[in-house]
């Protein structure tokens, strides 16, 4: 090994990197926090829009490539298996919706977005209700999107 670095990053650059993450890891640890959120806030801090000890950010490219494959490691430790078995529906939920959102047209998201918010301060029974006496006036689904104005 001839003791090169990831990238442009320095000897330097890399002991003030490895000094804030031990300064900062333990100040978290005490207010209970984990040791990935000390991580990512000592990158915030040290980066450009920080102290900005780092303004380069293809300097620092191959050490935070690193860095986000180190994270992944450090999650994967910090999450039970059982954990990940009650986050499944979730973040499986949540990640669909999201897969969702990409393929339907802006303007149905639009409409669905604005029924969101209707419906959301309603209670069960009265947004039944409300869904229950706009379908029964509509005779498509494009007809009932189409009456949903903003």
């Known amino acids: 090994m001839d003791g090169t670095l990831p990238g442009n990053l320095s000897f330097e650059l890399a002991l003030v990197l490895l000094a804030a993450a031990i300064a900062v890891v333990p100040l978290f640890r005490r207010l209970g ?20 000890a780092v303004s380069d950010p293809e300097r620092i490219l191959g050490a935070s490539e690193l860095g986000v494959i180190m994270l992944l490691f450090v999650i994967g430790l910090e999450v039970s298996p059982a ?3 009650l986050l499944r529906r979730p973040v499986f939920g949540a990640g669909g919706a999201q897969v969702l959102d990409l393929l ?8 669905i977005w604005i029924l969101r918010k209707l419906l959301h301060p309603m209670d069960e029974i009265g947004a039944m209700e409300f869904m229950l006496d706009k379908m029964k006036n509509t005779k498509s689904n494009d007809e009932f999107f189409s009456s949903m104005k903003r």
């Open 104 to 111: 339907i047209e802006p303007e149905l998201l639009q409409k």
């Open 33 to 52: 926090l984990v040791a990935v959120l000390a991580y990512l806030a000592t990158g915030v801090l040290l980066g450009p829009h920080g102290v900005g």
């Open 83 to 85: 954990r990940l078995g």
